[in-house]
Structure formats: structure tokens, C-alpha cells
């Protein structure tokens, strides 16, 4: 569904992301893990759109869409889950909401309700102020946000970070539970362990370039993984 391939991207003179290839199949969730400035949020707002790469190419559906705005990228239906939140805080939950499916000219309705369903709670505090949610309750409304634009690909920039566990538990059941439902996902995390238990395949990112691929299972046991990931 989605390629990546060989793709570099720099800031000045610094090498982010130095020549990396991915693959992400249609139905499956797909991790790459790595340690701070590994360049994996750089990867995530390449296929955004968001940063420009200095050279490779992004596919999605076999079309390429390296040089697209990412306005273009939502609407062929990919969505970014950004790193921190960001939720719009003086806005209400749902109007936060609202926003995600800003391409959008059809009735909303089943959108905010499939949410909801997903996320109780939000439906409970759809009229409150988002900035005065909890961090648990903030990440929800950033991933019910993106699944307001009906995404076919959802990328999550490590949705559990600065979580107690026993949220980042709900937040892992939730992410299965949308693939579940036929949305792919391709998720970041500092959270290995976590990551590697969901996901069908895995990527190790060091210094900008792939050291490891592998079946999530496989890489969990790995020594060399456990070693330097998992603790
Ligand atoms: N806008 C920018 N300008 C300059 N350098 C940047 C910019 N964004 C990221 N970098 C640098 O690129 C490298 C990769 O950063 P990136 O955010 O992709 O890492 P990451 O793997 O997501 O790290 P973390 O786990 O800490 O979020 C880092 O060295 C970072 O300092
Ligand atoms: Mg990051």
C-alpha cells in the first residue's frame, strides 16, 4: 500500500534520513522503532508531505506521491497522528473533531459516531474545552481526530508517550481495534516492547539508516533488539 524507497531527507548540511525503504502492505501494522533523533518522525512528515526529501521516492498505491501537498496526501487518505497531541485546546472535542475532516463536504455524523464508539469517552466530553483533557484523553481525540478524514493509512507518531500504562494499554487495544476495522497503520514508538507485540512487521532505525526488519514476534525475541530496545 505503501512503498518507501530509498528516500534521504537533510535539514542544512545535517543527513536525517540517509537512503531508507520501506514497505507497508495493505491491512497490516507495521513499526519502526529507534532511539531519539533516529529520524523516525522525519520519516512520518516525509510521507506527509510536511518536509520535502532531498532524494528517493514515496508510493501509495503504486502512485507516486513524493512531490504532492499535503493537503493532496490526506485526500488520497493518509493521515498523521502528530508526535505531542497538538489538539487545538480552546476548541471544544467537537470541534476538534470537525477539523480532522476539514477536506470534507459530506455528512459527518457517522464519522463522529464510529469515534465515538471507539472512544466513549470523548463522546462524554464532546463539548469540553480540549486543552482541559487529560494526556490519555488528549491522545484519544488526536487519533479520533485523523480518523475523521477516513483514512486508509493512518501513521502514528508514538501515541503513548508521557502515558501512565495502564492508558497505553487502552491506546494499543484502540490501534488494533482500527486495524481491525480495515484501516492500515504504520506507528512510531519509543515503546518496543508494546509496538513489536501488535505489529505484523517491525523496523529498526539507527542514525537514519535500517538495521533490522523483521515479523514484530521475531524482532521481540531478537537478542540484539532486546539488547538494545527492550532493556
Ligand atoms: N526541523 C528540523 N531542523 C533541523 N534538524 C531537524 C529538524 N527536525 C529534525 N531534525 C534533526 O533530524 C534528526 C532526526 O529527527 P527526528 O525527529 O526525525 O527523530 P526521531 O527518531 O523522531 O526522534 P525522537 O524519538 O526523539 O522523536 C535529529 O537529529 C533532529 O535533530
Ligand atoms: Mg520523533
Do not use: C, H
Not at 470537525?98 to 457517522?110: E, V
Amino acid at each position: 500500500m505503501l512503498r518507501i524507497d530509498d528516500l534521504r531527507v537533510n535539514y542544512g548540511g545535517i543527513e536525517a534520513v540517509k537512503g531508507i525503504s520501506i514497505e507497508v502492505p495493505e491491512g497490516e501494522i507495521v513499526t519502526l522503532i529507534g532511539a531519539n533523533g533516529a529520524g523516525k518522525s522525519t520519516t512520518l512528515r516525509s510521507v506527509a508531505g510536511l518536509v520535502k526529501p532531498a532524494s528517493g521516492s514515496i508510493a501509495f498505491k503504486g502512485e507516486d506521491i513524493t512531490a504532492n501537498s499535503p493537503n493532496s496526501i490526506v485526500s488520497k487518505g493518509i493521515t498523521l497522528v502528530p508526535e505531542g497531541r497538538r489538539v487545538f485546546p480552546d476548541l471544544t472535542v467537537f470541534e476538534n473533531l470537525k477539523i480532522g475532516a476539514y477536506l470534507r463536504k459530506d455528512n459527518l455524523d457517522k464519522d463522529i459516531n464510529w469515534v465515538y464508539e471507539l472512544f466513549p469517552r470523548l463522546k462524554e466530553r464532546s463539548w469540553q474545552a480540549a486543552g482541559t483533557l487529560s494526556g490519555g484523553e488528549q491522545q484519544m481525540l488526536a487519533v479520533g481526530r485523523a480518523l475523521m478524514s477516513r483514512p486508509k493509512l493512518m501513521m502514528m507518531d508514538e501515541p503513548s508517550l508521557g502515558l501512565a500504562p495502564l492508558i497505553v494499554k487502552g491506546i494499543f487495544e484502540i490501534i488494533k481495534e482500527i486495524n481491525r476495522q480495515g484501516v492500515t497503520i504504520l506507528l512510531i514508538e519509543q515503546n518496543a516492547n508494546m509496538a513489536l507485540q501488535i505489529a505484523d512487521t517491525g523496523y529498526v532505525l539507527e542514525t537514519g539508516r535500517l538495521t533490522m526488519k523483521g515479523a514484530g514476534k521475531a524482532l521481540l525475541s531478537d537478542e540484539a533488539v532486546r539488547k538494545a530496545y527492550l532493556g
